[in-house]
């Protein structure tokens, strides 16, 4: 008798949480797991990742508040009479009330990372709800342990019922570039350019806005040969972004690669990578680019102080500080062979802690 396991995240756009739950879903022993996923939003992109047949289900969840949400999410709980429901996130939390709605006994809540509006978690109503449904949930899962500590300590969930669980990453997907030259070539970039790349949805939790004031500032340093700023990802902030690009006088500098299937051939032609956000549980994309040898540049929020190891495989920076960024760019910029121990060591580092083996084996142990 397969384990069959309900899980409730908030949609199938394309984001970080979105494509760990894919990894989960395809790597899973398909002999003792079998899945379905309902979406609070809508599905999206991110489903056509999926290489097995898995039913999903989208609420039409809008803008504000919705008190019959659990009730309608409960209906198709007990049609699907999942043996686990897994919600993920503040915004399937309605998932839990609806899997006890519904029967449900076996209940994982997991928390992955937090969102513009309370990069700290110090919204006292959402603590409250968490821990009142706390008794109800059989054990939460977070990727970093800053997250681990905030339940603990700061929401107040009993210990033994928090375990952290770091993503893992596809090391044989996600590879060094056999010749950066020419990875760069075939996207129609000069292979002598020196690019500096980020990966993910323009959102505010990501503070692009840092980063294109640090790289403005780094390409002005760097006259004589040609620097670029890849940003590959699309969101609400991208329109913002291209008017503070032509504002910076960086436009003809910065390449918006838009949403992307096949993002790692992209990794291979970068030579730093960057992720400026103000809050972040574990971050894919840093793992991604670790496992294609790129050193990164980071702030040391939530878990990216788990990932990159300060001075050995890049530089972790405060938020916001576009200054210090734009020195570790030039840093990189006038030392190629640290460029290149770095982006080694983040791949051995990456082999070695974070494989998406690790990870899947981690969670079947849960289920």
Known sequence: MKTRILHVLHSLHIGGLENGVIN???NLDDKRFEH?????????????????????YSMGKGNGRDYLLPFRLAGIIKKLKPDIVHTRNWSAIDGVIAAKLA????????????????????NLIRKKIRKGL??????????????????????????????????????????PSENKKVSKSKLGIAPDSFIVGTVGRLDPVKDHETLFKAFSCFSKKNKNKEVMLMVVGTGSQEEKLKV?????????????????????PLYQCMDVYVLSSIAEGISNTILEAMACSLPVVATKVGGTLELV?????????????????????????????????????G??????KFSLLQMVQKYEEIY
């Open 36 to 56: 379905a996923i309902c979406c609070i939003t809508s599905s999206g992109p991110m489903a056509e990742r999926l290489n097995k047949p898995v039913e999903i």
């Open 24 to 26: 989960l879903i395809n």
């Open 244 to 264: 503070l690009s032509e504002k910076l006088n960086i436009q003809d500098k910065v390449i918006f690669s838009g949403d992307r299937e096949d993002v790692y």
């Open 134 to 175: 706390s008794p109800w949930i059989s054990e939460f899962v977070t990727v970093s342990s800053e997250l681990r500590n905030w339940l603990i300590y700061d929401v107040g969930i009993p210990e033994k019922k928090v375990i952290q669980i770091i993503n893992g990453i596809d090391t044989g997907k996600f590879k």
């Open 347 to 352: 791949r051995l580092r990456v082999e070695e």
């Open 309 to 345: 190891d300060d001075g050995k495989t890049g530089f972790l920076i405060a938020p916001g500080q576009y200054n210090d960024l734009s020195e570790k760019l030039f840093f990189y910029f006038n030392n190629p062979s640290l460029v290149g121990q770095h982006g080694f060591n």
């Open 103 to 122: 029967g449900i006994k076996s209940i994982i809540h997991g928390e992955h990372g937090r969102e513009a509006s309370d990069p700290k978690g110090a």
